[in-house]
């Protein structure tokens, strides 16, 4: 008698295995930070009281976007081997858990121009994504699906390989079809005191974790604050390290002061 069970392998996970056997090769830095998010989670709060449709994904997404206007090099694709380029919007590439087939799997919502869009459009964006039917022939929602990428899924696995590196060593490709920026969160699927390392091949990407309860020291006093957990991976190909640390340390600050949510207060 058989001890185990067969389940048919879902397409969508397909790209999955892409992304990260050619991420590996990515020249990627990456930065475990914690952001002090009390204060910004209690104005989200009062502005959902009042009426306004803001999530903490969409306020994240607005302050990350912001805080790129001046440090647009960290979102930025190499191209060749002594040119760079900068987009000037930031397209956002984020996950968006569908069901399909019976299962949930995740799925890619590109938010286009979202630096020119407010916190609530963000958040209606997503939230449409999710209510969205989905089939199976769906590669990234509110995108037509073409041939080509429909017959990507029967593509041996060194041919579709081959097909991520050729987009990615044509910037404006990869930048139409998939963004500048890739945001990923795992916290919404429940607490975990940690960081978890993500494999990416945009040249700027987070990976949102958990929001916990720490004992943090304020004005020389012990309180207990909500620590956003976040993973940032960056492409050290196209930024430096002292650039790539100012861009850092202005999120974290843009993410502790509530950036963004005093405009609407």
């Given at each position: 008698m058989n001890n185990y069970s067969i389940h048919e392998f879902p397409k969508s996970r397909i790209a999955t295995i892409d992304v990260g056997a050619v991420g590996k090769q990515k020249h990627h830095m990456c930065a475990l930070l914690e952001c002090d998010v009390t204060e910004s989670?209690?104005?989200?709060?009062?502005?959902?009281?009042?009426?306004?449709?803001?999530?903490?994904?969409?306020?994240?997404?607005?302050?990350?976007?912001?805080?790129?206007?001046?440090?647009?090099?960290?979102?930025?694709?190499?191209?060749?081997?002594?040119?760079?380029?900068?987009?000037?919007?930031?397209?956002?590439?984020?996950?968006?858990?569908?069901?399909?087939?019976?299962?949930?799997?995740?799925?890619?919502?590109?938010?286009?121009?979202a630096d020119k869009k407010s916190m609530q459009e963000i958040t209606k964006e997503i939230e449409s994504?999710?209510?969205?039917?989905?089939?199976?022939?769906?590669?990234?929602?509110?995108?037509?699906?073409?041939?080509?990428?429909?017959?990507?899924?029967?593509?041996?696995?060194?041919?579709?390989?081959?097909?991520?590196?050729?987009?990615?060593?044509?910037?404006?490709?990869?930048?139409?079809?998939?963004?500048?920026?890739?945001?990923?969160?795992?916290?919404m699927f429940g607490q975990v005191r940690g960081w978890f390392i993500h494999t990416s091949v945009h040249p700027l990407s987070f990976g949102v974790g958990s929001v916990v309860k720490k004992p943090e020291v304020i004005n020389n006093e012990i309180k207990i604050r909500e620590m956003l957990q976040l993973t940032v991976l960056i492409d050290h190909d196209v930024i430096d390290g002292a650039p790539m640390f100012r861009f850092i340390g202005e999120l974290v600050k843009s993410i502790e002061n509530g950036r963004e949510l005093q405009m609407d207060s």
């Amino acid at each position: 008698m058989n001890n185990y069970s067969i389940h048919e392998f879902p397409k969508s996970r397909i790209a999955t295995i892409d992304v990260g056997a050619v991420g590996k090769q990515k020249h990627h830095m990456c930065a475990l930070l914690e952001c002090d998010v009390t204060e910004s989670r209690l104005k989200i709060k009062a502005l959902k009281s009042r009426g306004n449709v803001i999530s903490f994904t969409g306020w994240l997404l607005k302050t990350i976007c912001s805080t790129l206007k001046d440090h647009s090099q960290a979102a930025a694709f190499l191209s060749g081997r002594k040119r760079i380029i900068i987009f000037n919007d930031v397209n956002v590439s984020i996950l968006v858990e569908k069901s399909l087939e019976g299962s949930r799997v995740p799925i890619p919502l590109v938010i286009e121009q979202a630096d020119k869009k407010s916190m609530q459009e963000i958040t209606k964006e997503i939230e449409s994504a999710k209510d969205e039917e989905l089939n199976s022939r769906s590669i990234v929602l509110k995108k037509k699906t073409s041939l080509s990428e429909s017959l990507y899924y029967y593509l041996p696995g060194f041919i579709r390989r081959y097909v991520w590196r050729f987009m990615l060593r044509h910037p404006r490709i990869v930048y139409k079809k998939m963004g500048n920026v890739a945001f990923t969160s795992v916290g919404m699927f429940g607490q975990v005191r940690g960081w978890f390392i993500h494999t990416s091949v945009h040249p700027l990407s987070f990976g949102v974790g958990s929001v916990v309860k720490k004992p943090e020291v304020i004005n020389n006093e012990i309180k207990i604050r909500e620590m956003l957990q976040l993973t940032v991976l960056i492409d050290h190909d196209v930024i430096d390290g002292a650039p790539m640390f100012r861009f850092i340390g202005e999120l974290v600050k843009s993410i502790e002061n509530g950036r963004e949510l005093q405009m609407d207060s």
